[in-house]
Every structure is written in structure tokens, then in C-alpha cells.
């Protein structure tokens, strides 16, 4: 028995002695021992486990080399929504940006947090008593992939956390990342073996932590650097941003040392030109930098709009441009029938990818740019994401160049183009009868923030539609696996597996179920404001232009285009087909709340720190009770709902005679 304690006791100490050792290395990027000293310790480690299973846990160093491969990436849905941001391109930005924050929070000076952006990939760690039990990547900001084992592997993530006096269930979020040493060495490798090169090191990284098989991720050099930390279900409060840093780096979870609070706008101007004069010697590659209001209480007043925090901008670099020529422009039919023109490059590399194409928006643009075939152009990617077209070198072009013309007919069903009323953009309105229009409104309906069809790729499709197995989305839940059998690149198993993931897509939800229908103008956002809204898709269908109208950031045009969506008969037929192919979703019943006569067609203003209300836990009772809640005082206001550190809007309510309430005439108005 002494015998066995004696050698837990050995374990532990060796377990603590790797950690230190990974966090000196990983973290801190100062080994205080040599590669062979660490491999003889983890080596000793192994063996003993080896020997003892007994003594493996989940926290063990040893575990951090990759599990069974998977088949796809279970859903995860996040307890907070990982929003994008938007973004600022110059100073101008930032001051409207730290006026709006000032205005409506009543307030003359502010902080702020400062970091750079890193160019990687967002994930979220879950904790659960100190050990890591779930990571996810961002996906839609509302839902992302279980990518638990590949995290794991990532030696900067930290196992387990020493978290005495802190909540039980604690949420880290961060981004991964890949050292540009690490990814020139990584693509030495790749190149040597026959194997992908990679064009980036967000994209190196991305593709690692994506692995079905974890033993293949624990082979990439991925890092990990947290940017935020949250108690999840608990009354234990943090009080800024800066200290959420400051426990990070308390609990030994990796965090840049470059982040910095900040005063007012002029803090922010002088932190982006800092943080630009060091891009260039940074390990990592990092496209700008975010700025984040510090008290998290104010950020809870500010709250979100849309798909972004109130309370945060991403402060991007300027894109790299580059020169290059221009050997052809192509039309090509989008899913809604938009013509788009395209540039058809000579190859030109752009912010680490090669480019080929570059979009030329619409026709509007094409004239505005005065594009030739032949002229040399300024290209970028815009947002570092989609190549574009930026402006012609007009001093290169030579004298025989012609304008080019737009088609008159669609490229690819010869319907009429028409252009709309006030539009720049042509169209082709032949719907599904458009060969084009129909293979993007099925890759859509397949893709990932869509209905997720893991394995149906754009060749696929082709196939499908050639072969006329699929006419429209319905028909691939009623494909067969003999059907599929029967095409190239299939075999059996192949086949299953594709069968397999279209049955999984059958169990979805009602936003990604609208959203993958293609209606124009619905976005991801959108989408959620409707489900959120009606319910279900049949009540959906059944709304007047008005009622759709009133739904707030829904305007008139995408009211229009979701009502002629759900007035079409092809588009109702269609979808009770989907729903007899076995596509559904749980839906949500709304609780049917009294509406109270205090409450009803009131307007609310919230202010300060509520005693046990979250803010938006205040404006959710006020809502589903019949009444509104505005950002700032102003003569429309019935009540401002006043908590601790109220600041000016407390001040202005009184100079304009607006009755202030705290929180419990609240709760002593909803319980009658």
C-alpha cells in the first residue's frame, strides 16, 4: 500500500514538473531545461502510467497526444453568443466610435482595453471544477464544432486549472494561432512529404485544429492565447476586463503581453500607431487591433446590436495591395440571380494566398472602375478575405483596349437579363429553371451555418444535377445509397457516409432551417430575428408585408422579398416536401406572460448596477411584459430604471421629470 502512495506521490510531482516545464516553453517562451532532460521526464511518466492505469487521469500530460479519430464534429451551442465585431479603418471611426460609447452611457472620459487582433481561430474552453471538459470553435457566433480532443493536444491549453475560490463552471475564450517560424517549418515538413502546403498561418492553423483525427493536430505547432474569461451561473462577479486579464494570467492561461488599458479616444489613436510600429517584429501574424470599454458593467448597459457588442470595434490594418494584369472577365449567376463581374487574373499573391479572380461587384462598379481587359490594376483582398478589384493604372493601359460589355442574356440559361429599378445589379430571374442559380441555392441549403451537409461538395452537386437525381434540395432526403453508388468517386462507404449526414441534418434548428432556404436578403441574423419572432415555419408564412415589417431591423425590401418567397407556390411546395423528407427542429413555445398595466407600451431606459438583475435579464421581464426599452433619456421615456452608479442619465431623468424606479417596483409590479 506504501508502495502504491509512494508512486501517486512520484506522479503527481512529475505531473507538476511537465507543466511547469510546458508553461515556461509554450507560455513564456523561456525553457528552463533542455528538449532530451523534458523527453526523459515525460518518458518516466509514461512508463509509470503504462504500467500503473490506475493512476492515469484526464489531466495527465500523457493525454494531450490525440484520441480515437472522429467520424464529423458534434454542435455545440455557446452559453453567450461569440459575436463578430465591427470594424473601424480610420481615426474617424474611433471618434465617432468613443463619442457614441460617451453619449450613451452619460459619461465625459471612459477606459478602455486594448489587444491586437489575432489572425487565427476563436474557440471557447469550458472548465468544470478546475478541469478542462469542453472546447468548441466559434462557428456562427451561436453554435460551433466539439473540438474537445484537438484542443487538448495543444500543449498551451491548460488541463487543469488551479481554481480555488472561483466559480465552479468557468468559460475562457481565445484564439489559435501558429508562430510564423512554427508554419514556415510546418510547410517545410508538408512539401518534403508530398503532402498540402499551406497558404497562411491562419489557415495552417484553422486546417490543424479541424483534423478528424486528433493524433494529426497534436502534430501542428498550435498556440493558444485567451482574450476573455467568464463565470458561468454564478453571482461571483468580474468587475473589468482588465482584471478577467489579470486572472488569466493568475491561473497560468496563456494571454499577450501587448494588451493595455486605455483613456478616450486619444489612448486608442496612440495604442494602434504602438502596436503598428511592432507588427512587423511579432511571432504571430495579428490584421489590427480591438478595443473593448473596460467596466463590464458598462459593457452590460451598452449591450449588442444586430450581430455585434455595442461596447467593442475591431480596428483593422490596411489591406495589402498588390499589382497584377487582367487576362479575362467572366459573369457569374449568384444564387438570387445577380450577374456578378469577375476579373480573371495573372496570378498575384496577396497577404500570404495566391489570387486569381477578384470580384468586380456589379456592372455599376465594372463603369465606376472603368475596368478593361488588359489593364493593369491594384488588387486587395478586402477584409483579408475576398480578393478585389481596387482601382485601373490608367498609365499602363494601352490604346486598342475596349470597354467591356455585359451580357444581355444569362451566361448559362440565356433567359433575359433585367435590371431592377434603381439597382446596379442585373439579374436573372428564371429561378431553379437556371441551371446556375439552382447548383448555388443547393450548396447553400448544404453549407455549414445552412444545414451542416457534411460531405456534399460542389462536384457532388454537379454530379447530382447532371445525372438528374436532385432537382431541388428535397429530393437529397430521399436519395439512395444505389443511386449514389452509381456515380463517380463513390463507393460504399463513401456513399453511407454521406447518406449518414444527411440524415443528421434532418434534426436542425428553425434558424438555420430559414436561413438555408435562400430567401434574399435573409441572413444569419435575420433569420434568428424571424424564428424568434413567429415560431415556426407555417406562422411564418402566413404574415402580412405589415406585420413583417414591424419586426425591429427587419425594413420594407427583405419584408417584401419574405413574403413573394412564402406567397410562391414552387417555395410552399418545396417545403412541405423538406418537412416529409424527416426535416424538423424542436419548436420553441413561448411563455404567454401577463401583459401589467405599468409595464405595457411603456418605454424603459436602463442605468447603473441592479442588485440581482443582469441588465439584459431586466430588459427580457420588460419585454415579454408588453414594453420597450430605449438606450437614453429623452421625452418618450416612462421610467428609467436606476441601479448603483447610475451616472448622468439618472441626472438628465430628473431635469426632464422621468419617474425613477429601482428594481424592485419592478418585480413588485410583475407579481401584482
Not at 492515469?56 to 455545440?76: A, E, K, L, M, Y
Not at 463578430?84 to 471611426?93: I, K, Y
Not at 488541463?159 to 489559435?176: D, V
Request: charged share 25%; glycine share 6%; net charge neutral.
Amino acid at each position: 500500500m506504501k508502495g502504491h502512495t509512494d508512486l501517486k506521490e512520484k506522479v503527481s510531482a512529475l505531473r507538476l514538473d511537465i507543466q511547469e516545464h510546458n508553461y515556461r516553453y509554450y507560455v513564456e517562451d523561456s525553457p528552463s531545461i533542455s528538449d532530451s532532460h523534458y523527453d526523459v521526464l515525460f518518458r518516466e511518466l509514461v512508463d509509470i502510467e503504462s504500467a500503473n492505469p490506475s493512476l492515469v487521469t484526464s489531466d495527465s500530460p500523457t493525454q494531450r497526444v490525440g484520441g480515437i479519430p472522429n467520424d464529423t464534429f458534434d454542435q455545440v451551442t455557446h452559453s453567450k453568443p461569440m459575436l463578430s465585431l465591427n470594424n473601424a479603418f480610420e481615426e474617424s471611426d474611433l471618434i465617432a466610435f468613443d463619442k457614441r460609447i460617451k453619449l450613451d452611457l452619460g459619461i465625459s472620459s471612459i477606459k478602455y482595453s486594448a489587444e491586437p487582433k489575432f489572425d487565427g481561430l476563436a474557440v471557447s474552453l469550458t472548465y468544470k471544477k478546475g478541469l478542462f471538459v469542453l472546447g468548441a470553435t466559434r462557428g456562427d457566433g451561436y453554435s460551433g464544432e466539439n473540438v474537445t480532443h484537438n484542443l487538448r493536444t495543444i500543449k498551451s491549453i491548460p488541463l487543469k486549472l488551479k481554481t480555488t475560490g472561483l466559480p465552479s463552471h468557468i468559460e475562457i475564450r481565445g484564439e489559435i494561432i501558429m508562430y510564423k517560424n512554427d508554419f514556415e517549418q510546418l510547410n517545410k515538413n508538408q512539401s518534403k512529404e508530398q503532402l498540402k502546403v499551406f497558404a497562411n498561418p491562419r489557415n495552417a492553423a484553422a486546417g490543424s485544429l479541424r483534423q478528424l483525427d486528433p493524433k494529426i493536430t497534436a502534430t501542428r505547432p498550435l498556440r493558444f492565447l485567451a482574450y476573455s474569461i467568464e463565470f458561468i451561473g454564478s453571482d461571483k462577479k468580474l468587475i473589468s476586463h482588465e482584471e478577467g486579464l489579470e486572472l488569466l494570467k493568475s491561473l497560468r492561461v496563456p494571454t499577450t503581453k501587448l494588451s493595455s488599458t486605455v483613456n478616450d479616444v486619444e489612448g486608442l489613436i496612440s495604442y494602434y500607431k504602438k502596436i503598428t510600429d511592432l507588427r512587423p517584429t511579432l511571432p504571430f501574424d495579428i490584421d489590427g487591433v480591438v478595443y473593448k470599454v473596460n467596466s463590464l458593467n458598462h459593457q452590460d448597459e451598452l449591450g449588442f446590436v444586430s450581430r455585434a457588442p455595442r461596447w467593442a470595434i475591431a480596428h483593422k490594418f490596411a489591406a495589402e495591395e498588390v499589382e497584377s494584369e487582367i487576362m479575362g472577365i467572366d459573369v457569374q449567376v449568384g444564387r438570387t440571380g445577380a450577374i456578378t463581374p469577375v476579373a480573371r487574373l495573372k496570378p498575384a499573391t496577396v497577404s500570404g494566398a495566391r489570387v486569381t479572380n477578384a470580384t468586380l461587384h456589379n456592372e455599376g462598379e465594372l463603369r465606376r472602375k472603368d475596368v478593361h481587359i488588359g489593364d493593369f490594376v491594384i488588387i486587395r483582398r478586402a477584409g483579408d478575405v475576398v480578393p478585389e478589384v481596387v482601382s485601373v493604372i490608367k498609365s499602363k493601359r494601352p490604346d486598342s483596349l475596349v470597354p467591356f460589355k455585359m451580357p444581355t442574356n444569362c451566361p448559362v440559361c440565356d433567359s433575359k437579363l433585367v435590371r431592377e429599378e434603381g439597382g446596379a445589379v442585373l439579374r436573372c430571374l428564371a429561378g431553379n429553371m437556371c441551371s446556375a442559380q439552382k447548383k448555388q441555392s443547393i450548396m447553400h441549403f448544404v453549407s455549414r451555418k445552412a444545414m451542416d451537409i457534411d460531405g456534399l461538395g460542389e462536384k457532388i452537386i454537379d454530379q447530382l444535377i447532371e445525372n438528374e437525381i436532385i432537382s431541388d434540395v428535397s429530393d437529397l432526403y430521399f436519395l439512395e445509397i444505389n443511386q449514389l453508388l452509381s456515380l463517380d468517386r463513390f463507393a460504399e462507404k463513401s456513399a453511407q457516409n454521406l447518406i449518414d449526414s444527411i440524415n443528421k441534418s434532418k434534426q436542425t434548428t428553425f434558424p438555420r432551417f430559414l436561413y438555408a432556404l435562400g430567401i434574399r436578403g435573409v441572413g444569419e441574423s435575420t433569420a434568428r430575428d424571424l424564428a424568434k419572432e413567429f415560431g415556426t415555419i407555417q406562422s411564418l408564412m402566413n404574415q402580412t408585408i405589415d406585420k413583417l415589417s414591424d419586426i425591429k431591423d427587419i425594413g420594407p425590401t427583405v419584408s417584401s422579398f419574405t413574403y413573394e418567397f412564402f406567397k410562391a407556390r414552387t417555395n410552399r411546395d418545396l417545403i412541405e416536401k423538406l418537412s416529409k423528407g424527416g426535416v424538423t427542429y424542436p419548436v420553441q413555445v413561448e411563455k404567454k406572460v401577463k401583459l401589467v398595466h405599468e409595464i405595457h407600451a411603456k418605454t424603459f431606459v436602463l442605468t447603473g448596477t441592479l442588485p440581482t438583475l443582469k441588465r439584459d435579464e431586466a430588459k427580457e421581464i420588460i419585454m415579454q411584459h408588453g414594453g420597450k426599452v430605449a438606450s437614453s433619456v429623452s421625452k418618450k421615456t416612462s421610467y428609467l430604471l436606476a441601479g448603483k452608479d447610475a451616472g448622468s442619465k439618472l441626472e438628465t431623468a430628473h431635469s426632464m421629470n422621468v419617474e425613477v424606479i429601482k428594481e424592485q417596483d419592478l418585480i413588485n409590479w410583475i407579481k401584482g
